[in-house]
């Protein structure tokens, strides 16, 4: 949809044209998985893919939203009656809940006129919600002047879907779609919002780095993830420090050697060494030594499926197919229990690699993938 045609829809939608057009990508994480809400560091980068929304402000107190991607017609709410855990929103959870984060931190929001369209695939651990929120959060951030910063609109997107939405997820989602840019991966210190630009010029290196979205999505990943927070907050608890963060790797082991359960050993070895995999992967990249990662890709995968337990049988196809026709290393990203797998590729073994993957699918009796590049894109902007 082109820009003429976003607003356009508006105008037939409400009668008048939009204020202006904005749009937020969804997010690929590199490595650094299930590390955000224990304080510790992710790497992820936007993708071209985005959510785009034509908004204009309303003075009375009335949200009219409306998406192209979802059967329905537009959803009507006020603003002064939003309130978390509201049933039976479904996608108008998302931007509703940034107007209610906006105006519970004491923001002027009074209302908004909303059409959205996103190219973000739905269900692939790709950060769709969180591009929702974002767009959103920019859009009335420009149009009411607020004067917040990007990682500001992260945090409130955040709130919105920890507190409005009801899913505990940690800061990275939103800090992506709000802080990346082209051509870079993004170094994030969850704990203080701290970023670093990271190099990453796939094509420069004659790489690819490809997605490959398995189309489903396993019934237990929101419930599980919640299992998988209070675990980490758990184990924190019983090794008395702030956050699994604080756990250096080089007292992994005596860390661990004071945990009595076997699983928690599990879930704390897997945030810690995968934080060490997030700093490994960013030196290899300030080296230059972009084809020095896949090794730690796959460990990566190997720690979120043995570890952390939240990979699930198409994952490991995707990853195990793509390594075995000649990727330089691949994982899950994500939350995991289905979603996409990422796997880093010469250019030229980009379409062999593909093939391998669709055919171990399709001989496992899977529905074919979708698989498309990654390309570093640009984060959150205004269009016009």
């Not at 939009?18 to 650094?32: F, K, M, S």
Request: charged content about 20%; glycine content about 10%; hydrophobic content about 45%.
């Amino acid at each position: 949809m082109t820009d003429e045609q976003l607003a356009g829809t508006f105008a037939a939608l409400y009668g008048y044209e939009p204020e202006g057009l904005w749009a937020a990508p969804g997010r690929v994480n590199l490595i650094g998985e299930h590390t955000d809400y224990n304080d510790g560091y992710v790497l992820p980068l936007a993708l071209p893919h985005t959510a785009r929304a034509a908004v204009s402000r309303r003075d009375d107190g009335v949200l009219r939203l409306h998406s192209g991607d979802v059967p329905g017609g537009v959803v009507e709410l006020r603003a002064d009656a939003l309130e978390p855990g509201a049933p039976g929103l479904g996608w108008a959870a998302y931007p509703a809940g940034v107007v209610w984060a906006l105006r519970d931190a004491g923001h002027p929001v009074t209302g908004l006129d909303l059409h959205l369209s996103s190219t973000v695939p739905v269900g692939a651990g790709l950060s769709s919600s969180a591009a929702l929120e974002i767009v959103t959060a920019l859009a009335l951030n420009d149009l009411h002047g607020l004067g917040l910063r990007p990682w500001q609109l992260a945090r409130l997107a955040q709130r919105a879907e920890n507190v409005f939405v009801g899913m505990p997820c940690g800061i990275m989602d939103q800090t992506a779609s709000a802080c990346c840019t082209a051509g870079h991966a993004l170094h994030l210190d969850t704990r203080d919002l701290t970023q670093r630009k990271v190099p990453f010029d796939l094509a420069a290196d004659g790489l690819r780095l490809l997605v490959v979205d398995t189309r489903v999505q396993h019934a237990l990943g929101d419930s599980a993830y919640a299992e998988r927070r209070a675990s980490c907050e758990e184990g924190a608890a019983l090794l008395d420090v702030p956050a699994l963060r604080d756990v250096a790797f080089g007292q992994l082991d005596e860390a661990l050697s004071r945990l009595g359960d076997e699983t928690l050993r599990r879930r704390v070895r897997h945030v810690v060494t995968e934080n060490r995999r997030v700093e490994e992967v960013t030196a290899r990249l300030g080296a230059g030594d972009t084809r020095g990662i896949g090794p730690l890709l796959t460990a990566g995968h190997a720690s979120l499926r043995d570890d952390f337990e939240v990979s699930c049988p198409e994952l490991d196809l995707a990853v195990e197919s793509a390594c075995a026709a000649g990727a330089l290393g691949a994982r899950m990203t994500g939350a995991g229990f289905g979603g996409s797998a990422i796997a880093l590729v010469e250019e030229a073994a980009a379409e062999p690699v593909t093939k391998a993957v669709n055919a171990a699918f399709a001989a496992a009796g899977h529905r074919e993938p979708r698989v498309f590049p990654a390309v570093p894109s640009a984060g959150a902007r205004r269009l016009v």
